[in-house]
């Protein structure tokens, strides 16, 4: 949802009382104070702390065979970051940006179990206890262009680096035993540490995160009118007339 707010103010290229960059900065702030308590208008669920009383994942082919499920889960901190740069560019359409989330919390409860089966082998997994995950310092960067499409806009050259300072980990319960446990929550950070930092891992992350971003932004680009995208982006960003009057979009 962030990130839609962020679209919509591209849209706004008339705005007097603020300038474009400005006024994304405003109602990013707007939205910041909205995460809490969310926003039917909107169309969001609280989102500080984000909460899902269940949740559940399953994977089964030849060889793998998982199921895993989460309850309580809640993660603290999506309205804990920091804007370093944010600038739009209106001769290209092109927003670059850099944000950084200080801390993001994932805790909750999880059950799991699984089987991995080759020629040889056979290994069983399974786990039941508490989930709690922190990264630190998650940064955030890179750009894309917001073009015409249709009725609708479309996001384009979509780019992101990712980075992370740290990671803590301490789940309870892997295989019921304290080692296999301490072993699983020293992996875990490592791997989240090396596979996002690492630079020859930077195309894969972006890549994931690609596919599950532009094809859904641009699907909810794409059912909203021009219209609707002014009052979405004047109603957050705070934009007024020249009488000091809040702005709504005007159809006549």
Known sequence: MLLFIIFGLLSVSSIQALTI?????????SFKALMPSGSESLGFPPLAP????????????????????????????????????????????????????????????YYGNGNLTLPGLDLEAYG????????????????????PNLKGLRMTHFKIDVSLGNVVSKFTGILHNKYATLFFNRWLEEFLSMGINDKDNQQI????????????????????????LFKLVLGLGGGSNTNGERVFFNDD
């Open 128 to 147: 039941l206890g508490d989930v709690f995950l922190l990264l630190q310092e998650l940064r955030l960067n890179g750009s894309f262009r917001l073009l």
């Open 205 to 228: 992350v972006s890549d994931t995160i690609h596919d599950f971003v532009v094809p859904r932004v641009n699907g909810f680009l794409a059912n909203y009118t021009l219209a609707d």
């Open 21 to 29: 960059n400005e006024e994304i900065r405003e109602a990013i702030e």
């Open 50 to 109: 984000y909460q899902n009383e269940f949740l559940e994942f399953s994977y089964d082919n030849t060889s793998i065979r998982s199921y895993f499920n989460l309850t309580d889960f809640t993660v603290e901190g999506l309205n804990n970051f920091d804007i370093k740069v944010l600038e739009f560019f209106k001769l290209t359409s092109k927003l670059t940006y850099d944000l950084t989330f200080n801390e993001i919390l994932v805790m909750g409860k």
